[in-house]
């Protein structure tokens, strides 16, 4: 069994995420702002745990990471709000590596999006450029880490019917951004958390032919 915190769990992937999750038998925890979403928790078989990331200090972050075997940051802004953006999407996501640091959590799975890097290509005057920013930040702060970190980058998000099979961009076989059902992002997050061979990996992915596991199993081979 492994103990799983999900922050920003109250998001349309980490419920999902945490179903999937508890139901394998890991014992998950979703961290969340307001008290009111607890029986959406609760109802994935997950554990509520109330905390404001964007405004918690360091002592307090680690305190609610420590005993956890593994981190899964799903949280976000939400845009509409550059300040907020970069408040949470940046600066929350990497005080929440030094505290899984802190806490003695080694493995660490970031959910960003397919595109984010230094050369993501938005414009300053797009509402998108803060998020851009503040994404492409995070991922690259958490590898400078020493933790035992994957960051994952769907591409634009759908609430199609579950597939359950991705495309993954490589250097070998390149693909452009296309989408990714939100249940799809799930499925990679809990296959992610139980696949060894994506520590140290950037995995960015449409849907596609490849079941996850496989195309997972692979990740640091293409």
């Known amino acids: 069994m492994t103990k799983v915190a999900i922050i920003g769990g109250h998001g349309k992937i980490a419920l999902k995420a945490a179903r999937l999750l508890s139901a394998r038998g890991d014992a998950v925890t979703s961290i969340i702002r307001n008290p009111d979403h607890s029986a959406d928790i609760e109802a994935t078989g997950a554990a ?21 075997d593994a981190v899964v940051w799903s949280a976000g802004a939400g845009g509409g709000n550059p300040a907020r953006t970069y408040a949470v999407d940046r600066d929350a996501a990497i005080a929440s590596f030094a505290a899984a640091t802190t806490a003695g959590v080694r493995r660490y799975v970031m959910v960003s999006y397919f595109g984010a890097g230094p ?9 998108f450029y803060p998020y851009a920013q503040a994404k492409s930040a ?13 960051i994952l980058r769907p591409s634009r998000l759908s609430d199609e019917p579950d597939a ?6 490589t250097a070998a076989h390149p693909i452009d951004k296309g989408s990714v059902r939100r249940s799809t992002v799930a499925e990679v997050i809990a296959a992610t958390l139980a696949t060894p061979a994506t520590v140290g990996a950037i995995v960015e992915f449409n849907d596609g032919p490849t079941p996850v596991a496989d195309a997972l199993a692979s990740s640091r081979s293409n």
Do not use: K
């Open 164 to 169: 359950g099979s991705i495309a993954v961009n």
């Open 119 to 127: 050369d993501h290509g938005v414009p300053e005057d797009n509402s």
């Open 138 to 150: 995070a991922d690259a702060a958490l590898e400078q880490t020493d933790l035992d970190w994957t």
């Open 48 to 68: 509520p745990l109330v905390l404001d990331v964007e405004n918690a200090g360091p002592a307090e972050l680690a305190d609610a990471l420590r005993g956890f």
